[in-house]
């Protein structure tokens, strides 16, 4: 019980950080944390002895929305992100093929890959928050303009 209390406050803490301080990609990525893990919640459980297929649909769909991140983000971490969701996924998938799994290995790997996830975007937040002191602009987007005025900021979501 006490891993889910430190584990649930460091992601409220991480999640917090990224809305206050990132820019647009930083805030999309704990958005979209904060609905997996509210929607994970909310999911029916049954302590990882059977596939948790409400769970694998939450995570894949997850999968989906940090690849569409990674493709038009002005930053790198994001795929680091979609990889360790990719991984989340795969341990799934060897659920489904080996229903032998220990429920204890299947439930320990899928929550063990999050508190990375979360260092990843407390560091992205960090960097970009290092890039915006330095040069006074991160643009949030791949093809988004490099204009550092608050006009354009604002139309950008920053």
């Known amino acids: 019980?006490?891993?889910?209390?430190?584990?649930?406050?460091?992601?409220?803490?991480?999640?917090?950080?990224?809305?206050?301080?990132?820019?647009?990609p930083e805030?999309?990525?704990a958005?979209?944390?904060?609905?997996?893990?509210?929607?994970?919640?909310?999911a029916p459980y049954s302590?990882?002895?059977?596939?948790?297929?409400?769970?694998?649909?939450?995570?894949?769909?997850?999968?989906l929305a940090l690849i569409a991140v990674a493709l038009v983000a002005n930053r790198y971490w994001p795929m680091y992100?979609?990889?360790l969701q990719l991984l989340t996924v795969a341990i799934?998938?060897?659920?489904a093929y080996n229903p032998e799994l220990a429920y204890w290995m299947y439930g320990g790997a899928s929550a063990k890959i999050a508190y990375p996830t979360l260092i990843i975007l407390v560091i992205g937040v960090a960097r970009h928050r290092k890039r915006l002191i330095g040069t006074g602009v991160d643009r949030p987007w791949?093809?988004?303009?490099a204009v550092s005025s608050p006009r354009f900021h604002d139309k950008l979501g920053e």
């Open 1 to 24: 019980m006490t891993h889910i209390i430190v584990f649930n406050g460091l992601l409220i803490a991480s999640i917090a950080y990224a809305m206050l301080k990132g820019g647009a």
């Open 47 to 63: 302590g990882y002895h059977v596939l948790e297929a409400d769970i694998l649909l939450i995570d894949a769909i997850a999968l």
């Open 142 to 145: 791949s093809h988004s303009p």
């Open 92 to 95: 799934h998938a060897v659920k």
């Open 27 to 29: 805030r999309l990525i």
């Open 81 to 83: 992100e979609a990889a």
């Open 31 to 42: 958005t979209i944390f904060l609905i997996a893990a509210t929607a994970s919640y909310l």
